[in-house]
């Protein structure tokens, strides 16, 4: 079965910081892989995603993602955060082969210091 | 142009009620799936319409169904609520509904009583 694993449920790092959230999936078949973000009291925006050509995939608000098929992973990167970027996070995958459903990870909240 | 839209927003419902749960998507949008998201759960896929007919469907009860319209506006109904249907309902929307981006709601909070 197909699945999709954020191990780390809370991140606090220090304003400027670089931070990684981390992502792994499991799929028997090719997958379409994507991060979303949460901000209190919204829905989801997508922030990123990977459907074929380069492994590394820059999104909006500077963030970027490296598509890792050897690892099963897609980790999410900033190179140095801001208060602003406090949120939920969320890595996703779909099917290639079309299934019509998103498969999410339980979420990453992560939190920015002062 | 308008986003996805949710109705209600909050809602507060006691056990054995039932509840409909509704989503205008963005326009020019015939997808719209819906997801079920309770804290360390993530968002668990409930079911995805398009142009009227359901594609996929989620591991949730037949207490859970949904429809859509051929305007592409979709529905949710939760029959016989129990304690552990109180989550935050999303709806997200697309051109396709495969590997396109999705479009989110703020969603529908549930609370069952």
């Known amino acids: 079965a197909q699945s999709v694993t954020q191990l780390d449920s809370q991140v606090p790092v220090f304003e400027e910081a670089p931070v990684e959230l981390r992502c792994n999936y499991s799929s028997s078949v090719s997958v379409y892989l994507f991060w979303y973000v949460q901000y209190p009291n919204q829905g989801l925006q997508l922030l990123l995603k990977y459907l074929s050509g380069s492994t590394l995939v820059k999104g909006i608000n500077g963030f970027e993602a490296e598509f890792n098929k050897s690892q099963t992973s897609f980790h999410l990167r900033k190179p140095s955060v801001h208060i602003s970027d406090t949120a939920e996070y969320f890595c996703a995958v779909t099917f290639v082969a079309g299934t019509y459903k998103y498969i999410f990870g339980t979420g990453t909240r992560l939190k920015v210091l002062a | 142009k308008a986003g996805v839209t949710q109705t209600p927003r909050y809602l507060i419902k006691t056990r054995g009620q039932q509840v409909t749960l509704s989503c205008s998507p963005i326009?020019?949008?015939?997808?719209v799936s819906w997801y079920q998201q309770t804290p360390g759960q993530g968002l668990q896929f409930l079911f995805e319409y398009f142009s009227e007919t359901q594609r996929n469907k989620g591991n949730f009860p037949g207490r859970f169904s949904g429809r859509q319209f051929s305007n592409s506006r979709s529905e949710m109904n939760v029959s016989t609520l129990e304690l552990g249907d109180s989550a935050l309902y999303l709806c997200?929307?697309?051109?396709?509904?495969?590997?396109?981006?999705?479009?989110f709601g703020e969603g529908s909070r549930l609370t069952v009583l």
């Open positions: 326009s020019g949008h015939r997808s």
């Open positions: 997200a929307s697309s051109l396709e509904g495969d590997a396109g981006e999705l479009f």
